[in-house]
């Protein structure tokens, strides 16, 4: 029990982490980020079989798909918490080390390159879209940040749990 709790708390401060990353650029910056009402369209395409889209901003519109996409992007940073407590270990849950936060955020960005993007319509790493390396290096922030989320959640659930 105390492991997963350990994960839902790490996940759940590194996934917000990660919004209120790209909140404060589309605020500042005028930069946005990935609806993730998209996430729940793809998800809910998959019963009928549809697994990729030539473009998933034209693909039909879903009922409740921004909750499914925000609740699988929160699950999501859940199940990536698990792998770095898998990877890691019990030792480093008890003493959490930034450089393994870190790289395993920045390993994270290999879903939205290798798996979501593709799936999209929108090629391996962004490679359609019309700046493909501005979305490489935002995708790569982004995990990044992820990464120092994953270590304020596990110095957060040290201290907690």
């Not at 589309?26 to 990935?34: C, D, E, T, V, Y």
């Not at 998800?43 to 909750?67: Q, V, W, Y």
């Not at 939205?112 to 700046?131: C, D, E, H, N, Y």
């Amino acid at each position: 029990m105390a492991e997963i709790l350990w994960m839902l708390t790490v996940g759940v401060v590194a996934t917000i982490a990660m919004d209120l990353w790209s909140f404060l650029q589309k605020r500042f910056l005028g930069i946005g980020s990935l609806d993730y009402a998209l996430v729940g369209r793809w998800l809910l395409h998959m019963p009928s079989g549809k697994f990729a889209h030539d473009n998933i901003f034209t693909a039909p519109a879903c009922s409740r798909e921004r909750e499914v996409g925000w609740l699988a992007h929160y699950a999501i940073g859940v199940l990536f918490a698990a792998l770095l407590l898998l990877v890691a270990g019990p030792v480093w849950a008890r003493d959490p080390s930034l450089p393994a936060a870190i790289a395993t955020g920045i390993a994270t960005v290999a879903a939205p390159f290798f798996v979501l993007q593709p799936a999209f319509g929108m090629g391996i790493a962004a490679s359609k879209t019309p700046r493909p390396m501005a979305a490489r290096l935002r995708s790569l922030a982004v995990h990044g940040v992820f990464g120092l989320g994953l270590y304020a959640g596990a110095l957060l659930a040290k201290d907690l749990l």
